[in-house]
């Protein structure tokens, strides 16, 4: 089984965060959330995840992933040291996937130097990488999507790299997705 570590932080992204965890855990992956000293997080919009990890009390290591949903909690990514050295271990020696505001965080942290990814189109910088506006980008170990509305191609994209085509093409079967963008 895989196991995928979704960090978060009050104001993250609904969407994106309870989107892309319910496909992956449709198709059998284990999603653990945490958040820094507490055992619950609130969106932007308000819905409250509960019986959730404190982040202080796992080993980071453990997992095959990094999801770092969007959201303008990512301002506060930005100023937590736990956080981005988590980060940058899975950037550099697992992987890590991100969407909309997610990516620009490792954008200013240089990780996206030479890299192809998307993100929240307004938030684009020059993070010297190559931007591409499709809804989700793979480059190595690196996955970005680009907003809330890319919230499925951006799971499947995190499936078919973590558990192949067959398990991808199964769980969209499921749910009678048919790719519009195609």
């Known amino acids: 089984m895989k196991n995928v570590l979704c960090i978060l932080l009050d104001g993250f992204e609904e969407?994106?965060?309870v989107g892309?965890?319910?496909?992956?855990?449709?198709?059998?992956?284990?999603?653990?959330?945490a958040t820094d000293g507490k055992i619950q997080a609130t969106g932007?919009?308000?819905?409250?995840?509960?019986?959730?990890?404190?982040?202080?009390?796992?080993n980071y290591n453990d997992y095959d992933m990094l999801f770092v949903p969007g959201g303008p909690h990512y301002a506060k990514i930005l100023k937590n040291d736990l956080y981005l050295k988590i980060i940058k271990y899975y950037f550099e020696n697992k992987s890590i996937s991100t969407i909309c505001a997610g990516p620009t965080i490792l954008g200013k942290l240089g990780l996206l130097k030479g890299k192809s990814y998307t993100c929240f189109e307004s938030m684009n910088d020059d993070f010297g990488g190559n931007y591409v506006g499709?809804?989700?980008?793979?480059?190595?170990?690196?996955?970005?999507?680009?907003?809330?509305?890319?919230?499925?191609?951006?799971?499947?994209?995190i499936i078919k790299f973590l558990l192949g085509e067959e398990k991808d093409e199964e769980i969209k079967k499921q749910i009678y997705y048919k790719d519009e963008q195609k």
Request: aromatic share 8%.
């Open 44 to 58: 932007r919009y308000g819905m409250t995840l509960s019986d959730i990890y404190d982040l202080n009390s796992l």
């Open 15 to 17: 969407l994106e965060a």
């Open 134 to 157: 499709t809804y989700a980008v793979l480059d190595g170990n690196l996955i970005t999507g680009k907003s809330a509305a890319a919230t499925i191609e951006f799971g499947f994209m």
């Open 20 to 33: 892309t965890i319910a496909l992956l855990k449709r198709a059998g992956i284990n999603v653990d959330i």
